[in-house]
């Protein structure tokens, strides 16, 4: 992930792909409308829920928390993969979800193998053992979305630039090149969870 990555030519050709193509203030402006749509479609639903479960006089609880959490998710994502992250392909979602949860929680444990590298052989907790298998969740579901893209083009179904997520712009700007050892791909699916 282009966060985590150290200084050196990798970085400086990833900070220029994401600075220049992917946020620039005209790719925000570009992306505007998407954000603008889910937060719509987000509020719609709330409504609906009220018009289900609540009555004119009386009200729904919300989890506020969940609401604006799941909200942030679904512009992300959309921006990103061009995919909706609650209100269709559950399954996929959840997987999403859970994987994403699981990487934040990953993100903040003590590796006792961090301090002392001759004791990393023992995985202590099961802590590598956890982020190998979370990576490896993230690395299948963001690679789906990129064959996903890549059949798109491949059927001729390129969309305008207004419409372009990041994907379909890396696809378009990285096209079979090779940056410092790393295969466009690698560079598409590492940059697009940083960027996630």
Partial sequence: MFGFTPYGPYWREIRKLTTHELLSNNRLELL???RVSEVDSAVRELYRLWTIK??????????MKQWFGDLTQNIALKMVGGKPYYGAGEGEARRYKEAMRDWVR????????????FLGWLDINGHEKAMKKT??????????????????????????KEEQDFMDIMLNVLQDAEICGYDSDTIIKATCLFDN
Avoid: M
């Fill in 135 to 160: 990576a490896k969740k993230l690395d299948t579901l963001v690679e789906g979305w990129l064959e996903e893209h890549k059949k798109k083009r491949a059927l001729g179904n390129k969309n305008g």
């Fill in 32 to 34: 505007k409308n998407t």
């Fill in 106 to 117: 990953l993100f903040g444990v003590f590796v006792l193998s961090d301090a002392i590298p």
């Fill in 54 to 63: 609540g009555c004119p006089k009386g009200g729904v609880l919300v989890d």
